[in-house]
């Protein structure tokens, strides 16, 4: 999943952009089109100049605006964080059947495992309706960290898995 995340600190105020994952763009240091999601391997995955990539990607395909900041999460880490906060709870909208969730449509009380596999679920969908799952359950999970006051933790919750978060943002940042 690619998302393009611009806060207004002066408004309070986040927005937050995806990308759909086989949009056709120029990749950057490719000479090519290619999906957008190739950007990362192309610059060389984790350990050489993906998130790089895709950041020139990216910027290049949104008329140059200027991306510089990049936060990775392993999807085990989603979950672990989503544990970390106690759950979720959601209104799910569509039945979820995954080899590792069932999950109903109905209101729930989400752990890790059922929120991924919810924001991963395709089958009898297309990815604007994948991107739209995955940009509700971001605004429920942060309204869930405001409304049980677990905001205050974010920086425990970095520390505990800043091993397996891929970013160049400084703990103050964050």
Same mark, same amino acid.
């Given at each position: 999943?690619?998302?393009?995340?611009?806060i207004?600190?002066?408004?309070?105020?986040a927005?937050?952009?995806?990308?759909?994952?086989?949009?056709?763009?120029?990749?950057?240091?490719?000479?090519?089109?290619?999906?957008?999601?190739?950007?990362?391997?192309?610059?060389?995955?984790?350990?050489?100049?993906?998130?790089?990539?895709?950041?020139?990607?990216?910027?290049?395909?949104?008329?140059?605006?200027?991306?510089?900041?990049?936060?990775?999460?392993?999807?085990?880490?989603?979950?672990?964080?989503?544990? %970390?906060?106690g759950?979720?709870? !959601?209104?799910?909208?569509?039945?979820?059947?995954?080899?590792? @969730?069932? #999950? &109903?449509?109905? *209101?729930?009380?989400?752990? %890790?495992?059922?929120?991924?596999? !919810?924001?991963?679920?395709?089958k009898?969908?297309?990815?604007? @309706?994948? #991107? &739209?799952?995955? *940009?509700?359950?971001?605004?429920?999970?942060?309204?869930?960290?405001?409304?049980?006051?677990?905001?205050?933790?974010?920086?425990?919750?970095?520390?505990?898995?800043?091993?397996?978060?891929?970013?160049?943002?400084?703990?103050?940042?964050?």
């Amino acid at each position: 999943t690619i998302m393009v995340l611009n806060i207004d600190f002066e408004n309070n105020k986040a927005n937050i952009l995806s990308i759909p994952r086989d949009s056709l763009v120029r990749i950057h240091g490719y000479g090519g089109k290619a999906r957008v999601n190739k950007a990362f391997s192309q610059g060389g995955g984790y350990n050489k100049n993906g998130f790089e990539y895709v950041m020139k990607t990216v910027s290049k395909m949104m008329g140059d605006i200027p991306i510089d900041k990049y936060v990775c999460v392993d999807m085990e880490v989603f979950k672990e964080i989503v544990d %970390g906060m106690g759950g979720v709870d !959601y209104y799910v909208d569509v039945e979820v059947n995954t080899s590792d @969730a069932h #999950i &109903d449509i109905g *209101q729930k009380h989400l752990w %890790g495992y059922q929120v991924l596999a !919810y924001c991963r679920q395709r089958k009898g969908s297309s990815d604007i @309706a994948r #991107i &739209d799952r995955q *940009q509700r359950m971001l605004k429920a999970l942060f309204e869930e960290l405001k409304k049980t006051k677990n905001i205050v933790l974010i920086p425990t919750f970095y520390q505990l898995v800043e091993d397996k978060i891929y970013t160049n943002l400084s703990f103050t940042q964050i």
